[in-house]
């Protein structure tokens, strides 16, 4: 169901969709779903029209369109619950900011190992080249 609080959506198309995951990486509100070659499809609930997923996507299969949910006139209800909505978004964000973060910690404490591993074992043929 989408989400009544954006006035527009992003859609992708997934007939074209070749699962290169940068939309994902773009989202700032983890409203996209998918796995690397495999379609993406975007979460309407989650979804806030902010547009930044489009440009990233090398097949243009991206588009916004109008939601047709979101009301023309606007009670002081709505705008409550959009606020709501909103802030629930942010955190959204937050939280994916703090993994993402983590995961390129992760990627460099692994990297990092990897070449101490690589510097050791270039020393150890090195000695033993000597010592023959
Ligand atoms: S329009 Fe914004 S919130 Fe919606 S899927 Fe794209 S990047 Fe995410
Ligand atoms: S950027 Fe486009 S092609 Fe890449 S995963 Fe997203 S929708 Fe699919």
Do not use: W
């Not at 007939?15 to 939309?23: D, H, S």
Request: charged share 25%; net charge positive; proline share 5%.
């Amino acid at each position: 169901m989408p989400s009544p609080y954006s006035r527009s959506l992003a859609v992708i198309d997934e007939t074209r969709c070749i699962g290169c995951t940068l939309c994902i990486k773009a989202c700032p509100f983890d409203a996209i779903l998918g796995c690397s070659q495999k379609l993406h499809s975007v979460i309407s609930a989650y979804c806030t029209g902010c547009n930044l997923c489009i440009a990233p996507c090398p097949v243009d299969c991206i588009k916004l369109v109008k939601n047709n949910h979101f009301p023309s006139e606007r009670t002081a209800q709505f705008e409550h619950a959009r606020k709501d909505f909103l802030l629930a978004c942010k955190q959204r964000a937050e939280i994916k900011a703090i993994r993402t973060q983590q995961r390129h910690a992760y990627n460099k404490q692994l990297m990092d190992t990897k070449k101490k591993n690589l510097a050791d074992q270039l020393q150890q043929l090195k000695k033993k080249s000597f010592d023959s």
